[in-house]
């Protein structure tokens, strides 16, 4: 279950890089509180998961401040990702049961629907019941780990239709595989969707990047 802590880190790394909140802007803890009806001490502590996520750092006598995006440690976390959930998409599609295969088949058609946040909802809990599949509890763990340091880049790339598109098509063919029992093209596939991904954030990080003409201080 995701925490509020991580829900509010969500919510402002992915103001960060839908470029809100250029590189150099100062992250003030009364002017956050104020912005999302909370107490200073909830936003303290989003802010050190922001940190943790590489999108500010906390500096001498300025507070905490927005930096631009690390392309090689999302790229290094992307990669970790991609190998952890292939390993787990190759095992659930020997270990998972029919009652698992059907309710991931009733998920990725429920998918087609889906509005923006809802199918961002439904990409994490469809990647999270797949690592569950897998019936590894410790691949499952640092799946989970990944996969909220990833949340919010990967929540602001989805925002965008085409990709979501692209997104859906992928997830059809890789549950198919799943489905199928082929655990070498289940793992290739689950490979080249975070792949894709990864590329696609990439490019965010890297229009984030560029200097702003202004920041906040």
């Known amino acids: 279950m995701v925490s509020n802590t991580m829900r509010l880190a969500d919510q402002i790394s992915e103001a960060i890089l839908e470029g809100d909140f250029p590189p ?9 509180a104020a912005r999302f009806g909370l107490s200073r001490t909830p936003i303290r502590e989003a802010l050190a998961e922001v ?3 590489g999108l500010a750092e906390r ?3 300025r507070g905490v401040e927005v930096v631009s995006p690390d392309p090689d ?5 992307f990669e970790a990702l991609a190998e ?5 998409a190759s095992l659930a599609a020997g270990r998972a049961q029919m009652a698992d295969l059907l309710a991931l088949e009733d998920l990725v058609h429920r998918m087609e629907d889906a509005g923006p946040d809802e199918y961002r909802q ?4 469809l990647h999270d019941r797949i690592c569950r599949m897998a019936r590894n509890a410790e691949l499952a763990r640092v799946a989970d780990d990944l996969r909220l340091r ?6 602001a790339q989805l925002g965008h239709a085409d990709r979501r598109q692209r997104s859906m098509r992928e997830h059809r063919a890789l549950v198919a595989a799943i489905c199928d029992r082929d655990a070498v093209r289940a793992a290739s596939l689950m490979r080249a969707h975070l792949r894709a991904g990864a590329q696609e954030v990439l490019s965010m990080a890297r229009e984030t ?9």
């Not at 150099?24 to 956050?32: A, K, V, Y």
């Not at 440690?73 to 976390?77: N, P, Y």
């Not at 952890?84 to 787990?88: D, G, Q, R, S």
Request: net charge positive.
């Open 24 to 32: 150099g802007t100062r992250l003030d803890e009364s002017g956050l």
């Open 51 to 53: 940190c943790a996520r």
């Open 59 to 61: 500096r001498p006598y």
């Open 73 to 77: 440690v999302l790229l290094d976390r």
């Open 84 to 88: 952890i959930e292939a390993l787990c």
């Open 122 to 125: 439904m990409n994490f809990d």
């Open 150 to 155: 990833l949340a919010a880049v990967r929540r």
């Open 209 to 217: 990047a560029q200097p702003a003409s202004s920041a906040t201080s």
